[in-house]
């Protein structure tokens, strides 16, 4: 096939779509089209909608000249991984030449047993957020809207704007999604609605009857997606990660990830329970083997391992609530968090800001996450860590907000 007859054909095709661009008058679009075009015969230039993305940032994990570290900075847990897991992880060393099994069938088994979920409805992915990206790029078109709330974790914005779509930021309160502000954001243009329940890095939640009625005000084609990241350190009678909206609707994905209670983040692995049309669209778009397959035996062998999952979920309870009053009683406001993380909030005070107490952490080796990248610059998160390093951040804090001597 000749090259320009190629170009042409893609071309016919594009143009009903173009038309279509309702937002976009035509001015703009020739615009766009003359910048590529000249921008071409100096060197390949990204979609402005690729330039216009600020790569996500991860917490950090080192502190110049100070001996011992503690990494409180990328909610991962001080538990670390079940020793089955590592074990299944190393017995996969000998195997390194081989593709892996780029249908995950024994990990989707072992997931749909756990969980009492349809295999056939499950999708895994390189992390999580492999998932959340191919949810955007299935479902979110040149101009289509995708909507999450103001500290919503960042990576949706990145995938929406990746896809060509128009982020749209939705007002929370206290902190926590609102379900009616959200529903009043929705145009004939929202594809897809993203929401972390929990949410990182606030720690807050929608209770169930809420994400319902979030679910019920949604007109049929708009895709919600629940993240349930921290689903597993969730104690409320009143949450739920969200199965059986999955389970009774066509527009309803839930995603997980085997990054934090199960301690694989190293290895990336998620997973999300999906309508079937929804699979069948990820399947066609995902990276033929984007599971490695030592995640996928790793990941199995943690799934065997409850015991050591609710170990996790015992030694969180324990410390989210020492941390949480310890530090409140140091006269800074903490937000309620049902995850294994919680956020610390600074007065603008000169010597006592978020950003001074984030150097004067770090400096004694306890690297917390800042957080203004999520419109929070008066803030810093803290992750639940092994006891050690939780109670030398409430010390460190103590010091740093003079409080040290008050205490005893
Ligand atoms: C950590 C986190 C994830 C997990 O990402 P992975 O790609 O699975 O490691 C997803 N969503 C939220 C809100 C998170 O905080």
Redesign the pocket.
């Known amino acids: 096939m000749r090259p320009d007859t190629r170009w042409r054909d893609t071309r016919a095709r594009s143009r009903p779509n173009r038309s279509a661009t309702r937002f976009a008058p035509k001015k703009h679009l020739l615009c766009l089209r003359f910048q590529t075009m000249s921008a071409t015969s100096l060197r390949p230039v990204p979609r402005p909608a690729v330039q216009a993305i600020e790569a996500y940032v991860p917490g950090k994990s080192a502190a110049p000249g100070v001996a011992k570290i503690w990494k409180l900075s990328?909610?991962e847990t001080p538990l670390g991984p079940s020793p089955k897991a590592v074990e299944a992880f190393r017995g996969v060393a000998g195997e390194l030449e081989l593709y892996p099994d780029g249908a995950a069938t024994r990990l989707r088994a072992a997931i749909g047993k756990r969980y009492g979920l349809d295999p056939a409805r499950i999708v895994c992915?390189?992390?999580?957020?492999?998932l959340?990206h191919l949810l955007a790029a299935a479902y979110v078109g040149e101009g289509d809207e995708g909507i999450f709330t103001t500290h919503g974790?960042l990576?949706y914005r990145i995938a929406i704007l990746a896809a060509g779509g128009v982020p749209v930021v939705v007002p929370e309160k206290n902190y926590t999604a609102d379900v009616d502000a959200i529903l009043a954001a929705v145009t004939p243009r929202t594809r897809i609605v993203y929401l972390?329940n929990p949410?990182?890095?606030t720690g807050t939640y929608l209770p169930f009857e809420e994400v319902k009625r979030l679910h019920a005000g949604l007109p049929g084609h708009v895709l919600l997606v629940i993240?349930g990241?921290?689903a597993e350190y969730v104690r409320r009678n009143d949450y739920s990660a969200g199965l059986e909206l999955v389970s009774t609707n066509e527009n309803v994905v839930m995603?997980r990830?085997?990054?934090?209670i199960y301690g694989l983040?190293n290895l990336?692995?998620?997973w999300c329970y999906a309508p079937a049309d929804v699979c069948d669209a990820l399947h066609r778009i995902r990276g033929p083997f984007n599971v490695n397959g030592p995640a996928l035996e790793a990941g199995i062998a943690a799934l065997e391992d409850a015991d050591h999952v609710e170990k996790a979920a015992e030694h969180n309870d324990k410390w989210l609530a020492w941390l949480t009053k310890e530090i409140s009683a140091l006269g800074v406001e903490v937000t309620p968090s049902v995850g294994n993380f919680l956020l610390i909030h600074f007065p603008q005070e000169k010597g006592r800001t978020a950003k001074e107490a984030d150097a004067f952490l770090t400096a004694r080796g306890l690297i917390l996450r800042n957080v203004a990248s999520y419109g929070l610059p008066d803030a810093i998160r803290m992750t639940v860590g092994p006891e050690e390093a939780n109670r030398l951040v409430v010390q460190a804090l103590a010091e740093f907000l003079g409080k040290a001597g008050a205490r005893g």
């Open positions: 990328s909610n992915g390189n992390g999580s957020d492999d959340l974790f990576v972390a949410n990182n890095p993240d990241a921290y995603t990830t085997f990054s934090k983040a990336r692995l998620g």
